[in-house]
């Protein structure tokens, strides 16, 4: 129970840190934490577990969203769904390549969903969404998943220094 309530806390800090990144520097204001939580998820958890805590992210994602609600709860899941099964079907080890490609993929899945479920809402007027340019757009995107992929390098070799437990967890990167 006690693990279950630091995973809440821990969940609700990222997506306050999450928001209070919004008016920083726009290439920091970029990153996003909770794609790089849910590939740690990935990792960790099992799939009935990943996608428990991946509806729990985006409920409390949705306390900070502008979005309709339960735009951004769907979108984190079905986000999980796909890590899960690229990490499942095609990255099946845990070394930092597998952890820097699902950071990669669940960046730009992510946007991709995000972008079209707001066009829709946009075609079907039934919210005051702001579109972007394609230009800005994609220039976005591409610096998003720039900085998230060093973030999670970053995560990646902090979490292997700092927690013996999880050096079980990742394969070795000498190859041993």
């Not at 919004?22 to 990943?50: C, G």
């Not at 985006?58 to 309709?68: C, I, K, N, R, T």
């Not at 979490?159 to 079980?168: A, C, D, E, G, P």
Request: glycine share 4%.
């Amino acid at each position: 129970m006690l693990r279950h309530i630091a995973f809440f806390l821990i969940i609700l800090l990222l997506n306050i840190i999450q928001i209070s990144f919004i008016n920083l520097t726009d290439s920091v204001a970029r990153l996003n934490i909770l794609i790089l939580f849910l590939v740690f998820l990935v990792f960790y958890f099992e799939e009935i577990p990943l996608l428990w805590w991946s509806l729990i992210t985006g409920a409390v994602g949705e306390l900070f969203s502008p979005y309709p609600f339960g735009m951004i709860t769907v979108i984190i899941i079905v986000t999980a769904i796909a890590l899960m099964f690229l990490f499942n079907n095609f990255l099946t080890n845990r070394s930092l390549y597998t952890f820097l490609l699902l950071s990669i993929a669940g960046t730009v899945i992510y946007n991709l969903l995000l972008l079209i479920v707001s066009y829709l809402f946009y075609l079907f007027n039934t919210s005051n969404l702001h579109l972007l340019d394609g230009r800005e757009l994609w220039i976005g995107l591409l610096w998003q998943t720039i900085i998230n992929g060093f973030a999670a390098l970053i995560i990646f070799f902090a979490t292997r220094l700092i927690t013996n437990k999880f050096q079980k967890l990742f394969l070795d990167l000498k190859g041993k």
